[in-house]
């Protein structure tokens, strides 16, 4: 039995010094990204250099937390010990206004009510290990129902 079959709680993301301001960030019900001061590129996840252009230099900068389901999958089964009870469960990729896209779950609602293009917002799951995840769950009313925000 390795260490990922032991445990019951959820299996956190590894924290880097990259990507440790985001983290905080999280904890603190912000979400925030770094933003390239040459290209304006808005990334994730978090990298010393831009994608785009190749730049070191970046700030970091908040995200509104509202975007809309790219992808996702109904997990049906639990792989880990973490979500036996928690079945079924939805994770999918959530395209940012900002532009990141995030591998995420959809809360607070049915899982077989997940769309592809559903508006969400972020909210925030303090897991037993302590570290704030950004969860998203529907947004709620549907006035952004038509905006593309894709680049
Ligand atoms: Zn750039």
């Not at 880097?16 to 990204?33: G, N």
């Not at 808005?42 to 831009?50: F, H, K, N, Q, T």
């Not at 899982?111 to 972020?122: G, Y």
Request: proline content about 7%; charged content about 20%; aromatic content about 12%.
């Amino acid at each position: 039995m390795d260490a990922f079959e032991q445990t019951q709680n959820r299996i956190d993301p590894k924290i880097t010094v990259d990507s440790k301001p985001f983290w905080d960030a999280c904890a603190q019900h912000r979400l925030i990204f770094q933003q390239c001061a040459v290209c304006g590129h808005v990334r994730w996840p978090a990298s010393v250099i831009c994608p785009e252009c190749s730049s070191f230099s970046f700030i970091w900068t908040e995200s509104r937390g509202i975007g809309r389901v790219y992808s996702f999958v109904i997990f049906r089964r639990a792989f880990h010990p973490y979500f036996e009870n928690r079945i079924p469960y939805v994770v999918a990729s959530v395209l940012l206004e900002e532009g990141p896209v995030l591998l995420t779950n959809i809360v607070g609602c049915e899982a077989t009510s997940v769309e592809c293009d559903m508006p969400v917002e972020v909210v925030f799951l303090k897991t037993e290990n302590r570290v704030t995840l950004p969860l998203f769950s529907p947004r709620s009313g549907s006035a952004l129902k038509g905006v593309n925000y894709a680049r």
